[in-house]
Nanobody, 118 residues
C-alpha cells in the first residue's frame, strides 16, 4: 500500500508564492506524478504532470506561473506556485502512478488547502 503525504498549503496574498510537496512511502517504482486541484463547487482538474524522465505538462491557466518537479530518489513531487491568483484557491491533490510487475495503480494524497486572498 502506497501512502502519499502532502504539505505546504496555506493562506497567501495575491501575487504570492507557495511550494507544495508530496512524498510517497515505500520502495516503489513511480512513473507519472501529478497535481490536481478542486475549487469549491468545481470539478477536479489536472494542474500539472511530470514523467519519470522529467517531461512536464501544465494546464493553460498556470503556465509560466507554476513549476512541477520531482526527486525520484525520495519519491517526492513538488509544485512551486508563483504569482498566485484568487482563482488558484482550491484543495490541491497529488497523484502518483506506480508500475509493479506489470500492473498499474494510481494513488492519491489527502489534499492540502491553498487559499489566495488579501
Amino acid at each position: 500500500q502506497v501512502q502519499l503525504v502532502e504539505s505546504g498549503g496555506g493562506l497567501v496574498q495575491p501575487a504570492g508564492s507557495l511550494r507544495l510537496s508530496c512524498a510517497a512511502s515505500g520502495s516503489i517504482f513511480i512513473t507519472t506524478m501529478s497535481w490536481y486541484r478542486q475549487g469549491s463547487g468545481k470539478q477536479r482538474e489536472l494542474v500539472a504532470t511530470i514523467t519519470r524522465g522529467g517531461s512536464t505538462n501544465y494546464t493553460e491557466s498556470v503556465k509560466g506561473r507554476f513549476t512541477i518537479s520531482r526527486d525520484n530518489a525520495k519519491n517526492t513531487v513538488y509544485l512551486q506556485m508563483n504569482s498566485l491568483k484568487p482563482e488558484d484557491t482550491a484543495v490541491y491533490y497529488c497523484s502518483v502512478r506506480t508500475l509493479v510487475r506489470g500492473y498499474v495503480d494510481d494513488y492519491w494524497g489527502q489534499g492540502t488547502q491553498v487559499t489566495v486572498s488579501s
